[in-house]
């Protein structure tokens, strides 16, 4: 079995550990070591029967674990995962619950993933690293999803969509065939995307349409 650890101790990571020991039910794979967690008086607390190991700076005293980050927000996830990256060159793992249906000769995912259960994912698909999908989402075919996306529960993207890097996408929301996200695009939960959306912006509603760019409302 293989050491892993898992970086947030949130609501997330919680969600993540239960994914570990869901893969592990099937076939043992992880031997979860316990959390990373930055806020200080988190060292040493026990959450969900597992230990806060220390904070960032700590993952150079377990070289050859294996670590997840589990940390919703992509911006954030993208930050804590370059810098655990300056400390050490550390492995990322990349957790499948047993309950996702996918094509595995047809479909690549990056390290880092973190993909829930009931997750339907097809043909010619391409999901970049530390995507995190939660579950009852589907993904068409010859879709490309790109680094540090997060897809939370009931997320449908369809056939050939683009999702550009640290994009978030809401509950329930539904990107159809063909269309292109932005860079960090945020899609507000509930929506349904029919036209291509810009980088930078923060889009809702059916159809979608976007409420803010660049931070500033239009």
């Known amino acids: ?5 898992i970086i947030g101790s ?14 592990n039910a099937v076939k043992p794979e992880w031997n979860i070591l316990g959390f990373i967690d930055d806020k200080p008086s988190y060292k040493g607390k026990i959450i969900d029967g597992y230990r806060v190991l220390g904070n960032s700076a700590d993952v150079a005293t377990y070289p050859d674990a294996y670590y997840v980050c589990a940390i919703g927000n992509a911006a954030i996830r993208k930050s804590a995962v370059e810098k655990i990256l300056k400390i050490a ?42 995507v995190y999908f939660g579950a ?5 075919h010859d879709a490309r999803i790109e680094d540090f996306v997060t897809c939370y529960p009931g997320v449908n993207v369809s056939g050939a969509a683009h999702i550009g890097r640290c ?19 945020i899609i507000g939960a509930g929506s349904v995307v029919v036209r291509d959306l810009p980088s930078d912006c923060t889009a809702v509603g059916a159809p979608a349409k976007p409420i803010k760019i660049n931070g500033k409302r239009i």
């Not at 949130?10 to 893969?23: H, N, P």
């Not at 060159?89 to 499948?96: C, D, G, M, Q, R």
């Open 1 to 5: 079995m293989k050491d892993l650890i």
């Open 136 to 140: 009852d989402g589907t993904v068409g």
């Open 89 to 130: 060159p550390v492995k990322f793992a990349t957790l499948i619950d047993p309950a996702c249906v996918y094509c595995k000769d047809r479909t690549t995912f990056g390290e880092g993933c973190i993909i829930c259960a009931h997750t339907y994912i097809t043909v010619d698909i391409k999901i970049g690293n530390h």
């Open 10 to 23: 949130g609501g997330l990571g919680r969600e993540t550990v239960w994914t570990a020991e869901r893969i």
């Open 167 to 185: 994009c978030e996408i809401g509950a329930g929301s539904q990107v159809i065939q063909g269309i292109t996200v932005g860079e960090r695009t």
